[in-house]
């Protein structure tokens, strides 16, 4: 064991901190028209060594990010997720799903893939090599992924960054694509960039405290 370092804040730091963090957090929305602009490799390096920072079953880490400028790259991502998202639309999406997605008025065209500067691609560990060099599990690798992504949204728009967190389905294409071994399995593939001068977000409303608290005291 070693001694935990965080300092206590006083209560006023502590109220205006939360608020300030939930102003910024307030404005994020999920972006889909993205600026071409460059953006400087280090500020995605430093969003995601605060996501690696996140809690994890075990504290096995379960996670890769892989980062992606490459134009020729991403054109090959983008083609294989219209493919696998012309499917999803005309086929395989059932009423209700195709339901609550209308208000979003999203649809099988990702030019957010090939116009973002970035790609970041999150590969959760089903499996983890051992001392011994065989296979074990890992644990809670569902729940561990989605609070270190959580907290990757937060870093990148904490820097001003937009991201989108984009579920092509299914995403075993990324694997192959990006030479992962079996036991990582894709599970986002976020776009990441300045938000186009004239990008527009759907007109959505975020649930009351009232809505989602439920107090016992
Ligand atoms: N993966 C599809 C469909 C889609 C699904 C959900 I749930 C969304 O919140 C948004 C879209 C797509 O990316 O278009």
Redesign the pocket.
Known sequence: MVPYSMSKKPIESMQADGEAFFATMNKRR?VRHFSKQHVPQHLLELAIQTAGTAPSGANLQPWTYVLISNQDMKSVIRAA?EEE?RK??AER?PEA?AE??EP?G???I?EHITDAPWLIVMFRHSQRLRANGEFGPTYYSHESCGISAGMLIAALQNMGLATL?????PMGFLRDLLGRPPHEHAMLLMPVGYPADHAEVPNIMKKSLSDILVVHS
């Open positions: 999920s997720a998202e999803t639309y999406m799903w609550v997605l979003l999203t649809d099988d990702k967190t984009h579920t092509p389905s």
